[in-house]
């Protein structure tokens, strides 16, 4: 194949993020660091034939043009800039469909600045509308559709003289003004055949602390809102596990990593080819992490313990509604009693659950939304699980946008499929209120029986809340007839009260997202709801006083200890323990841990009973926030742990206060005490 | 969720306790896990981002 230089650009996923503060948020800087899988596993097919792309990954330039001092220059002039001197023949850019306008504007900027190379797109939202976008952009070149490793080196070779456009299946062209829609490429079937990923390309990966890993393509299931059918062609195909565990060994020797996200849209489709690749894992000499999607009505209780052992920690369960009857409507047909229990089960193994659920749907009722609703609440209830509660976006190649495609509406309500920052920017909103057949996923669909403005707003509410007071909304929803009565109350509370109402979707966004929202539901559970709680009004008071004790300026939150806690024990009577830094110590006037055990089974709150408890509050190793409840004896040694009194004044002032030490003396119980604190990791000495 | 944990405290050897007082001791100096919840886990982009606009630990 003749030699063209090329330069493959990823689809950006940080860009939303205006704000550099925010953008620089350990946990944005996860996201934005994950290997662009896509264009690396294109690239290693190149690299194969001779060509070494040069890759660009545009959340790095991003966070270049953040932090840079360049002002009044835009992001896309930014990029075109840094690729100004470089004698490319073709750029690639690989395109999602949250980022479409942004790629298209860059894609247009680097054709000003190369008006002679080739400007290419391929990725998912590039295959779903090639033809509009060739139509609306006449500086994009090509279209690659589909599985571009095949198609793509067809297409350089083309362009480098070998070959004819109008052979190479699957991509779409411009020839003489007409656009030109060359057949299908045929799907990869062995997936094998594919090469490892680029990563050598990718400087970054030095840093990251997982790697994304393709372990198949394709899902059989035909579901009305998802794109990936037409992408994949619902043709399920699997690398074989000794594939996978071979790669997954190389990335671990070369970069240090032994986590991995398994793309696939559906991984356990085929039981037993899921179960060949655990036994391969299990088998395999190091122990990886893995986290993979699945539907809940694809895996079972045997074969969730069976991932858990080999090293699964990570499951996104798309369940999509909380309503049966449009489980049915959008083509689901998951069971929810079983996709109920199948959460429940990977919680308890420990495997951090995404629980997906959409809102939104043309055909939802406001019943439906109050079932969704209550699912998302009923995911709280576990520990591992983590509802996520989406916006319908009508995502191009969908069935919902083939229907809808002539009532879309536009209005400032994006989906967070779409945008997940607070304001669009203007140029792109110019680009998707010019181009609706471009960019149908920033649109709406009608929604006759539901108040988008409204389902955005709870949607806002219930996710924001839930990362502030996840049992206390557990608790309202279950005692205030449910999470949608308790939202309603809130809303009209909040007008009434406060006067505050939402100019636009965004202000809505923005309002949830700070801390004056927690302030003032928690001004409205206490003046309207706990009045309302009957028999259950002890126990949400003192959920209220918890989170409440978190807001209180003189929280005692401990300090940085002036010491380590030693391996080996507590060292000496003389020395003065104090709690670890970040430990957060509460106390309430309900058992905490019964009130926690009956939201976890939905048992009512009713008569819990009244009695003093200490609570704290800690950060586990793995990032976990722990609630732990203390017995007495724990409570009262830990109170005295103020990094002065020594273990000796300790013991001595248990001995002097008369504390219950279970007939032990004292001083020994104050040790024992101490020690378990200490093994806890609550204090340190 | 964890069940409560199990206290597998190394008591010091110096300390002379009998098992029945280490018993009674486990049951009065208890430190028993109620909820254990990964504020990242799950979340989305934007969920992420809105939710590090506080910093405080929040949520049981």
Redesign the interface.
């Known amino acids: 194949m003749p030699e063209s230089r090329v330069c493959l650009i990823s689809p950006p996923t940080a860009t939303d993020l205006e704000d550099r503060e925010l953008a620089e948020i350990e946990a944005v800087r996860r996201i934005a660091e994950h290997a662009p899988i896509g264009i690396l596993t294109l690239a290693a097919v190149l690299e194969e034939r001779g060509i070494v792309p040069r890759i660009i990954n545009l959340n790095t330039l991003y966070y270049e043009y953040l932090r840079g001092v360049e002002t009044g220059i835009d992001f896309c002039a930014f990029v075109a800039r840094k690729l100004e001197s470089e004698p490319f023949d073709v750029f690639g850019f690989g395109t999602i469909c949250s980022t479409y306008p942004l790629t298209i504007r860059i894609a247009r900027e680097v054709k000003r600045a190369h008006p002679e190379a080739a400007i290419v797109l391929g990725g998912p939202q590039a295959s779903a509308v090639d033809v509009q976008t060739l139509r609306a952009f006449g500086f994009l070149d090509f279209i690659v559709r589909g599985e571009a490793e095949k198609t793509f080196p067809l297409l350089l070779s083309a362009l480098a003289g070998d070959g004819r456009l109008d052979l190479i299946p699957g991509i779409t062209f411009r020839r003489r003004g007409e656009i030109v829609r060359n057949p299908d490429a045929p799907v990869i079937l062995d997936l094998d055949e594919l090469p490892m990923p680029a990563f050598h390309l990718y400087p970054e990966m030095k840093n990251c602390r997982s790697a994304p890993l393709e372990i198949g393509r394709g899902c059989p299931f035909g579901c009305a809102f998802c794109s990936t059918n037409g992408f994949f062609r619902r043709r399920f195909r699997l690398k074989s596990p000794q594939r996978v565990i071979e790669q997954m060994r190389s990335i671990r020797q070369v970069y240090g990593i032994e986590r991995f996200s398994l793309i696939h849209d559906m991984f356990t489709v085929d039981r037993k080819r899921v179960v060949a690749f655990c036994e391969a894992a299990l088998a395999c000499e190091e122990q990886f992490q893995w986290g993979c999607s699945a539907r809940t009505d694809c895996v079972d209780e045997e074969l969730i313990a069976l991932m858990a052992r080999a090293g699964c920690r990570s499951v996104f369960f798309g369940v999509e509604t909380g309503s049966g009857r449009l489980q049915r409507v959008i083509g689901k047909n998951v069971d929810l009693p079983e996709a109920t229990r199948m959460i429940r089960c990977a919680d308890s193994h420990h495997i951090a659950s995404s629980a997906s659920l959409i809102t939104g749907f043309p055909e939802e009722t406001v019943e439906d939304l109050r079932e969704t609703a209550g699912f998302v609440v009923d995911c709280l209830r576990f520990d591992y699980v983590e509802p996520q509660l989406h916006l319908l976006a009508p995502l191009a190649g969908s069935s919902i946008h083939s229907q809808y495609r002539d009532r879309l509406l536009l209005d400032d309500i994006f989906s967070d499929m779409s945008y997940q920052g607070w304001r669009q920017d203007p140029a792109d909103g110019a680009l998707i209120a010019s181009h609706p057949e471009v960019f149908p996923n920033f649109y709406a669909v009608p929604t006759p029986w539901l108040d988008r403005r409204h389902v955005k707003e709870l949607r806002d509410f219930v996710l924001h809340g839930l990362a502030r007071f996840r049992w206390l909304l557990v608790a309202l929803a279950q005692h205030g007839g449910g999470i949608l009565q308790v939202f309603e109350e809130w809303k009209a509370w909040r007008l009434d009260i406060l006067k505050k109402g939402f100019a636009s979707g965004a202000e809505s966004s923005l309002y949830y997202s700070r801390i004056e929202f927690r302030r003032d539901f928690l001004q409205f559970v206490v003046s309207h709801c706990l009045a309302t709680m009957g028999g259950a009004f002890p126990a949400v008071s003192a959920l209220v006083a918890y989170e409440a004790s978190l807001d209180a300026p003189d929280a005692p939150v401990a300090p940085e200890p002036s010491g380590c806690a030693p391996a080996g024990g507590l060292q000496s009577l003389d020395g003065a323990p104090i709690l670890v830094k970040g430990l957060h110590v509460v106390e309430l006037d309900c058992d905490y841990k019964e009130i926690i055990r009956r939201l976890r089974e939905k048992e009512s709150l009713d008569g819990v009973p009244a009695r003093p408890v200490v609570i704290a509050i800690r950060e586990t190793a793995g990032k976990r926030l722990e609630t732990v409840q203390l017995g007495d004896l724990a409570a009262h040694i830990l109170r005295l742990c103020d990094g002065r009194r020594t273990v000796a004044e300790i013991g001595d002032l248990l001995s002097r206060r008369g504390e219950d030490t279970a007939g032990v003396p004292p001083e020994k119980a104050c040790i024992f005490g101490l020690e378990l604190l200490r093994q806890e990791g609550l204090i340190a000495t | 969720?964890?069940d409560s944990?199990k206290?597998s405290?190394?008591?010091?050897d110096n300390?002379?306790?009998t098992k029945e007082?280490?018993t009674?001791?486990k049951?009065?100096?208890?430190?028993?896990?109620?909820?254990?919840?990964?504020?990242?886990?799950?979340?989305?982009?934007?969920?992420?981002?809105?939710?590090?606009?506080?910093v405080?630990?929040?949520?049981?």
């Open positions: 969720m964890p944990i206290i405290i190394r008591v010091p300390l002379g306790l007082q280490i009674a001791l049951k009065t100096v208890s430190v028993e896990i109620v909820a254990s919840t990964a504020p990242l886990a799950g979340r989305t982009q934007q969920q992420i981002v809105t939710q590090m606009v506080e405080r630990p929040t949520g049981g």
